[in-house]
């Protein structure tokens, strides 16, 4: 697990498009029930057989459109 948080603080999760639920809820710097309520409603959840990813770019783009208005 020590491994993981410092791939996920050394900028690991730059070059990742697809992100698992806990990299998404340490991205949107969200608990784990919120963070994957908010990446579902917006329609980032990307189903790959029984796992669920979530695509970092939609993630982007909303928080983006978010800021512009």
């Known amino acids: 697990m020590k491994e993981r948080e410092c791939q996920l603080?050394?900028?690991?999760?730059?070059?990742?498009?697809?992100?698992?639920a806990s990299e998404v809820?340490?991205?949107?710097?969200?608990?784990r029930n919120r963070?994957?309520?908010?990446?579902?409603?917006?329609?980032?959840?990307?189903k790959v057989g029984r796992r669920c990813?979530?695509?970092r770019v939609k993630l982007d783009q909303y928080l983006n459109e978010l800021t512009e208005a």
């Not at 690991?12 to 498009?17: L, P, S, V």
């Open 53 to 55: 990813l979530y695509d």
């Open 9 to 20: 603080t050394t900028g690991g999760m730059n070059d990742k498009r697809l992100l698992d």
């Open 35 to 46: 963070g994957i309520e908010f990446a579902k409603s917006i329609g980032a959840e990307v």
């Open 25 to 31: 809820c340490y991205y949107l710097s969200l608990g």
